[in-house]
């Protein structure tokens, strides 16, 4: 463990909140999965117009603020493993900016609420962003006439 300030370096715009069935982190997946419980991504005003198009893509990346995590490991001992490792080496959510990224199934758009499969973190939490999934930069085909 090392000692750490508060930050003040970083100004983030929390632009919506994930809505998921897990309220305690015992009981979120260890990595989302695609076949996993609908949840709903909520976008907040003034950001509701960015969602323009998105529904076009069937994956997206979906970047979050791991709220309740703590900062302060730098060496970690996970619950999978007998050995030690550095934060950097792991998916762990206690990191020094508790910055989660998920590969989501995007299931449809309802105004600014997008539902969504593949989510891993505890309900409430609050989002930093959201993109199509960086290996589908085009969107998907739609059926010609």
């Given at each position: 463990?090392?000692?750490?300030?508060?930050?003040?370096?970083?100004?983030?715009?929390?632009?919506?909140?994930?809505?998921t069935?897990?309220?305690?982190?015992?009981?979120?997946?260890?990595?989302?999965?695609?076949?996993?419980?609908?949840?709903?991504?909520?976008?907040?005003?003034?950001?509701?117009?960015?969602?323009?198009?998105?529904?076009?893509?069937?994956?997206?990346?979906?970047?979050?603020?791991?709220?309740?995590?703590?900062?302060?490991?730098?060496v970690?001992?996970?619950?999978?493993?007998?050995?030690?490792?550095?934060?950097?080496?792991?998916?762990?959510?206690?990191?020094?900016?508790?910055?989660?990224?998920?590969?989501?199934?995007?299931?449809?758009?309802?105004?600014?609420?997008?539902?969504?499969?593949?989510?891993?973190?505890?309900?409430?939490?609050?989002l930093?962003?959201?993109?199509?999934d960086?290996?589908?930069?085009?969107?998907?085909?739609?059926?010609?006439?």
């Amino acid at each position: 463990m090392v000692p750490v300030s508060e930050p003040d370096d970083a100004r983030l715009y929390f632009i919506g909140r994930i809505h998921t069935p897990w309220s305690e982190r015992k009981d979120c997946p260890r990595q989302g999965k695609q076949d996993g419980p609908e949840c709903r991504v909520e976008i907040f005003e003034p950001w509701v117009p960015a969602l323009q198009g998105i529904e076009s893509y069937e994956h997206i990346e979906i970047l979050y603020w791991l709220d309740r995590s703590r900062r302060d490991l730098v060496v970690q001992n996970p619950g999978h493993s007998d050995k030690t490792f550095g934060t950097f080496a792991l998916r762990s959510p206690v990191r020094p900016n508790p910055i989660g990224t998920v590969g989501a199934k995007l299931l449809r758009v309802e105004g600014p609420n997008l539902f969504v499969r593949g989510l891993d973190c505890l309900d409430g939490t609050p989002l930093v962003d959201l993109k199509p999934d960086r290996c589908a930069f085009t969107p998907k085909a739609t059926p010609k006439n």
